[in-house]
């Protein structure tokens, strides 16, 4: 008796707990799931756990998309895909539910389930599972049957295939959008599993009826099947059945729409081939890029590099460049914003003679914008133009506004030139870096901002690592030593986080030279805040310079410390002297 109690626990506590008014507690039970199919073992979760499950559909949404997810992970804890078919019970019933995520989360797992279902009990089972949900009376089976159609196709007889077909095209034309929403969702994914012929007979013509649907949310699905069936057609049939259709939604009333066409242009091209792209679709994309809203530009400015690459370089010369154009001095900042994170892009495409004739003056322009993104989105870019027309060119012509942008009121700006600035240093030299920008840097160590400060202080870690310890004795550990004389504790203290970071790189006998008889002299600052620095920053040198020097200077400094006034000196002294 006491036997059977202890296997009966942990199917009665589940049920306890998927009855108790706490919903986190229900939400931990069906979380534990596996750990009590594990317990009671593949008969008994079959014949116990599951039938309980299928009971148990009628609660919260976050519970049952919990269980929905739990159950497409489940076919081990049933006893193997032999007896995977159990699950498609409860999964079905959730597949039902009004919640939409909860019935997305449900077909995503008999998706799952339907990949390990053996081939003998396929047809008996899922494809009945798909037809009761397809012709269900509530539009939500409706709705949850259409994403299983693309499974459910490959692995079923021809007869069924056929049923499956006019099933689906029935879906296509419910009388509920959400239905044929759903379906024109789906429509590219079942589109792929079928033969061509059946496809140009039985699918294209509700594939162009889906397109002229009413219900804009159901139109802008078009321009994704568009791609996908473009893929399995040949040029002529695409020219017939498929173009039509992407020129609708290209002038389609509805912005919407509109916007899916230029999200996807890059995929329409490929799918259509070449030859219609360059006769038929770039004129679609100008229009796209001179559309009325906004968000349509926007779309189509982000795909300008993309369709580029996909055209000859004198049509994007001619047809497509005085829309960028155009676009730079868009009244929109999220249009310009999003050009500026794609043309820089165009360089390689347009070559070194075109990018400096038609778009270095555009870059220039995008470095000036009134709006920080823009400036920042250029910056970010700039090694995809110095590729194409070397450091000479990018100094002239770029250089100066580079350095007007270091001094931008927009700290976040400021920061991207900074991040950038060890790559420019690189490709510039020691000389020419010298000249132009070794000022700026440590102009930095003295900015307002914390987080400019502080990259400046990596920055010139970086730099270090470029042109060598010598410069960096030679340039930078003067210029760092001469702020901790800065009125103000914070630019002291900066000194403190440059020594943290540089000693990193500079080797032991900088150290020893420039940078521990400059903190023995700080650890008598007035400010409490610079003294503990001092002490954090002698403890983490204990480790890169000899014993000797520890010794001799750190240690005596950091026991001088242990007796300041100040609580989290001490503190911080006592901490560094246990690193000695």
Known sequence: M?????ELYPIAILIDELKNEDIQLRLNAIRRLSTIARALGPERTRKELIPF??????DEDEVLLALSEELGSFVEYVGGPEHAVCLLVPLESLSNVEEAVVREKAVESLCKIAEVLPNKEFEDSFYQLVVRLGKGDWFTSRISACGLFAVAYPRVSNESKKELRALFVLLCRDDTPMVRRAASANLGKFA???DKEHLTAELMGTFQTLALDEQDSVRLLAVENCAAIGKVLTQTENTHLVLPTVRACAQDKSWRVRYMVADHFCDLCEATGPEITKTELVSFFVKLLKDTEAEVRTAAALRVTGVCTLIPKDMAVKQVLPCIRDLVNDSSQHVRAALASVIMGLAPVFGKEDTITHLVELFLQLLKDDFPEVRLNIISKLEAVNKVIGIEHLAQSLLPAIVELAEDRQWRVRLAIIEYIPLLASQLGVE?????????CMTWLGDSVYSIREAATNNLKKLTEVFGVEWANATIIPKVNSLYQHPN??????????FSVLAQVVGMDVIKMSMIPLLIRMSTDKVPNVRFNVAKTLGQLTALVDAATVGQSI?????KMQDDQDKEVKFYAQQALQMC
């Open 2 to 6: 006491a036997a059977e109690e202890g």
């Open 53 to 58: 499950l299928n009971e148990s559909v009628d």
């Open 192 to 194: 792929k599993q079928l």
């Open 432 to 440: 020419f870096f010298d000249e132009k920008l070794g000022n700026l």
């Open 489 to 498: 504790y914070l630019y002291r203290m900066t000194t403190l986080f440059a």
């Open 555 to 559: 240690r005596p400094c950091l026991a």
